[in-house]
């Protein structure tokens, strides 16, 4: 009977004497060790019954994160989601593997390499790839299940936020702030998740009897990946705004803090005479002056449940899963009277 594994990676880096991350690209069967150094690593896992390891050679469970280069540098949202998977891992006796695709091997559609001595139970597609990548891991017959990301085009379900709400609330927020000229900021044509939050924005704007004014809103152009989350995508496009809104409404609290930074380097008073609010609720929403107002995502319930879901694709159970999202009322905002 397998025993519920309580080793860690740092118990194997220290009675091997070397670096964690050594020990994490060998069992990740990732390069940057020498192959003397990766099969001492592997024993060693053996021998300490690490994520399942025994001596006997059975193969031990793995669950496979697919993780696109635009993300590698986002520790902000991910995080959470990325320890959650690995702590749901470690207490179903799973190893969690995090996979890095290149912009090459997704465009190649080549898959990662799972090590022989492994037993894939599935693959978690963190958020943007494209849609044929995702029919290629669908092709393996292993479970694939998406986060954060709801992908239309395919058959892979999701767990994700409530975003076409979520938009709706964040825009009905600022309407009960007082605000009527209030913009969107986000590439509506990148996300599905952005779309569906511009939708949930247009949807209270109309409801509440006002006009989505085209002036105000950044939504990218077809066939761009452009994200929007840094000065440097931003800035350009809030230049060429002739009039600006009392409000924006940023589908994302990185593109939030950018904006904030790009008006107050222009002298541009937050709030007093713009409001901004943000959607995820990520840290640095709380670190940036004034503190941002914006929407929350549960990041660690999205790991367990994509985790969960993966875990029991053989239910048949081909439903998405849609996180609620509420607002988190910082600085950022000002009630208009």
């Known amino acids: ?26 069992l990740s069967n990732k390069k940057g060790v020498s192959e003397s150094l990766r099969t001492k690593i592997l024993d060693t896992a053996r021998q300490m019954n690490y994520g399942n390891y025994i001596q006997s050679g059975e193969k031990t469970n793995c669950v496979v994160s697919i993780v696109p280069e635009y993300i590698h540098n986002d520790a902000y949202f991910y995080s959470d989601i990325f320890w959650s998977i690995e702590k749901e891992a470690k207490n179903r006796s799973c190893i969690s593997i995090m996979s890095g695709i290149s912009k090459t091997a997704e465009r190649e559609l080549k898959l990662p390499q799972i090590p022989s001595e492994m037993e894939n139970k599935g693959y978690l597609v963190i958020g943007i790839i494209n849609s044929a990548y995702i029919e290629k891991l669908l092709q393996t017959g292993y479970p694939v299940v998406s986060v954060d990301i709801t992908h239309h085009e395919t058959a892979v379900r999701s767990v994700s936020a409530a975003n076409l709400p979520g938009g709706y609330i964040a825009a009905k927020y600022l309407i009960e702030k007082g605000h009527r000229e209030i913009g969107f900021i986000g590439p509506i044509y990148t996300a599905q998740s952005v779309y569906e939050r511009w939708c949930g924005f247009c949807q209270a704007m109309d409801i509440h009897g006002l006009k989505v004014e085209p002036c105000y809103n950044i939504l990218g152009e077809k066939n761009e990946f452009k994200l929007f989350d840094t000065i440097e995508t931003l800035e350009n496009h809030v230049a060429e705004i002739k009039k600006f809104p009392t409000a924006w409404f940023c589908a994302g609290d990185r593109t939030a803090v950018a904006l ?25 929403s709380q670190l940036v002056l004034p503190a941002l107002t914006t929407m929350k995502i549960d990041r660690k319930l999205m790991g367990e449940l994509a985790f969960d879901s993966l875990m029991n694709s053989n239910q048949d159970n081909r439903q998405n899963i849609n996180i609620a999202v509420s607002p988190v009322e910082r600085d950022s905002v000002k009630t208009i009277k």
């Open 1 to 26: 009977m397998r025993t519920k594994n309580k080793v860690t990676m740092d118990d194997i880096a220290e009675r091997l004497n070397i670096s964690k991350n050594a020990v994490s690209l060998a």
């Open 260 to 284: 904030i930074n790009i008006l107050t380097h222009k002298g541009i008073k937050i709030p007093d005479e713009i409001s901004v609010m943000g959607f995820d609720d990520i840290p640095l």
